[in-house]
């Protein structure tokens, strides 16, 4: 199925791309507005603040709910910016509609839920808004083209994708992996959606904004949706990946924006591509390791040896079977899990004599 879209016109700051910034919480209103002050003075042209939050435990800060709407609603009176806020219930579209919120955008927790995105998408019926939808927490494309689908269905066609990052339970650098291929996927299925990132949730500490809003400008995003907060120390949520405004500014001037009509753009764009799945391919080869380092304690406690042929053997076959599947010459595939298996039992045999 086809989006119907029409043109969101998004404006872009001079040599800079669209961009939506502000707190991830609004938390009192001294807070939102020097917040706010400060981004306009800075040239921002759109302002974000969470109004109701998700929390992944009770207990913590739940947003300011509809007093924090009065606040926002000054924001744009006094700075002239946009609003822009989550919502996740039709109650939360209501009294955004109510308090003239410009832009709405629809959570990683909520996108990933059909009946709550059914239930957005008809209290949106007849209501002519941009709307913005992050991904699922989860990386399936096909659920947030379904999410976005449903709200399109209502007859909302301004629409854009919020790239979010992916949660994973390993260890890792980002807060959500990026996995770009995804959100390039989205684009290369439906080309006329525009894609932003959000830097701030992928990477979840300050010092990952800076590279993530490049690259994000490399493979051709349309904007960006950065969290930015007048005392980041002192945010009440996500204190870490917060940056203060005039830091943002300096961010924003480093940036380097490609030119779209550049005819490398398509190989730079597949170069990226490549990078990116080799890097994948290297966190893939690292978790692998560390399973390999578990089961060399394993043996270790149970005084078994590190080289065991029969499932060597097995896991040759295994995989060079499926690489002939896959339309990969089978010997290519037999030297690669040659390598990967000496390097594993290369990590086995250290734990073993340690
Ligand atoms: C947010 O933007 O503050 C937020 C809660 O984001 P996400 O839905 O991506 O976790
Ligand atoms: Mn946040």
């Not at 800079?16 to 001294?30: D, H, L, N």
């Not at 306009?40 to 939050?53: E, I, L, M």
């Not at 239930?119 to 007849?126: N, Y």
């Not at 870490?240 to 940036?255: E, G």
Request: net charge negative.
């Amino acid at each position: 199925m086809e989006l119907d879209l029409r043109p969101l016109n998004l404006p872009s700051d001079n040599e800079r791309p669209f961009v939506i910034a502000g707190p991830c919480s609004a938390e009192t209103e001294e807070q939102v507005m020097s917040t706010a002050r400060e981004l306009a003075r800075k040239g921002c042209h759109n302002f974000r603040a969470g109004v109701w939050k998700p929390r992944t435990k009770p207990g913590g800060f739940e947003g300011k709910g509809e007093e924090a709407l009065g606040w926002m609603k000054q924001v744009k009176e006094e700075t002239g910016m946009r609003i822009t806020t989550e919502v996740a219930k039709p109650e939360h579209v209501e009294l955004c509609l109510k308090y003239g919120i410009d832009i709405l955008w629809i959570g990683a927790r909520t996108s990933a839920n059909p009946f709550a995105m059914q239930d957005l998408a008809d209290s949106l019926r007849g209501v002519d808004i941009p709307v913005f939808v992050k991904n699922p927490v989860n990386p399936d494309l096909e659920l947030w083209i379904g999410a976005m689908e449903r709200i399109n269905q209502a007859g909302i066609k301004r629409l854009a994708a919020i790239h979010r990052g992916f949660s994973s339970y390993d260890q890792k650098i980002y807060r959500n992996l990026p996995m770009w291929q995804i959100p390039m996927e989205l684009h290369r299925r439906i080309p006329g959606l525009p894609l932003i990132c959000d830097p701030s949730h992928i990477g979840g500490r300050r010092d990952l904004i800076a590279p993530l809003c490049q690259q994000a400008m490399d493979l051709g995003f349309d904007g960006l949706i950065i969290e930015s907060h007048c005392n980041p120390d002192a945010a009440w949520s996500d204190a870490k990946q917060q940056v203060a405004p005039d830091v943002l500014d300096y961010i924003l001037s480093l940036l380097v924006v490609r030119d779209e009509h550049s005819t490398t753009e398509g190989i730079t764009l597949l170069r990226k591509q490549i990078d990116e799945l080799d890097n994948d391919l290297m966190e893939l080869l690292a978790k692998r390791m560390r399973v390999c380092r578990e089961i060399g304690q394993y043996k270790k406690e149970h005084n078994m040896t590190v080289f065991q042929a029969n499932r060597y053997n097995e896991i040759l076959e295994k995989r060079g079977a499926q690489g002939s599947l896959m339309g990969m010459d089978a010997k290519f595939i037999a030297k690669v899990f040659e390598g990967v298996h000496e390097e594993s039992v290369r990590q086995q045999m250290e734990i073993i004599n340690k």
